[in-house]
């Protein structure tokens, strides 16, 4: 079955680091790939997507997310992190048999330390 | 422009209870799915439909289920509750495709079964 995977279940940087968040899926076919951002008690909020084109897609918030289709991979990054972007953050990807199927990796809580 | 609304915020029930989540979309998309998330877990999909009059199980559909009457509405039954079933159940929408393919989310629903 298809699967994504988000290898850090926990990230502490520094405010104004840099930040890179590691997302995998398991087939690196699919062309539907997402990130999604989630603070404590609420919902999911879409930060960018890819569909097609230009791997290197900006979102908002100031970040961007790279689509490499050799290391089937679709990381997270943010030049400089600041404070209010502690929450959780998901990957998900469209299924590659039924792309109104979505898969989500199981998060990456990011701690941003003062 | 609400886009995704649920209903209720919070529940408890106690083992055996029934209830009904409430979603309702008014943004015209024909996909809804419903997901629950676990404690530190990420989403998991329970169940899906694809328009009015159609539905699909997701990857953890055993005791609930699910009907779709009208484009606006996915309600989500709990017919007998038990503890496994305490989450925090997120419905959401997707349009079909090209820059309507992400989903939406509404702002949950946690439910405690005791």
């Known amino acids: 079955a298809q699967s994504v995977t988000q290898p850090d279940i926990h990230i502490t940087v520094s405010e104004g680091a840099s930040l890179e968040l590691r997302c995998n899926d398991s087939y690196g076919a699919t062309p539907y790939l997402f990130w999604y951002v989630q603070s404590p008690g609420q919902g999911l909020q879409l930060l960018l997507k890819y569909f097609s084109g230009d791997t290197l897609v900006q979102g908002i918030k100031g970040f961007e997310a790279e689509f490499k289709r050799s290391q089937s991979s679709f990381n997270l990054r943010k030049p400089s992190v600041h404070w209010s972007d502690a929450a959780e953050y998901f990957c998900a990807v469209g299924a590659t048999y039924n792309f109104n199927k979505f898969y989500f990796g199981s998060g990456t809580k990011l701690n941003v330390k003062p | 422009n609400a886009g995704v609304t649920q209903t209720p915020k919070f529940r408890i029930l106690k083992i055996g209870q029934s209830m009904t989540l409430q979603c309702t979309q008014d943004m015209n998309h024909n996909y809804m799915y419903w997901y629950r998330q676990d404690p530190g877990m990420g989403l998991k999909l329970i169940y899906y439909?694809?328009?009015?009059?159609?539905?699909d199980k997701g990857e953890v559909p055993n005791g609930y289920n699910v009907s779709r009457s009208t484009t606006e509405d996915f309600p989500l039954r709990l017919e007998l509750a038990a503890p496994s079933q305490t989450s925090v159940y997120f419905c959401?929408?997707?349009?079909?495709?090209?820059?309507?393919?992400?989903?939406?989310f509404g702002p949950g629903t946690r439910l405690t079964v005791t």
């Open positions: 959401a929408i997707s349009g079909s495709g090209g820059a309507d393919y992400e989903q939406y």
């Open positions: 439909s694809v328009g009015a009059g159609i539905t």
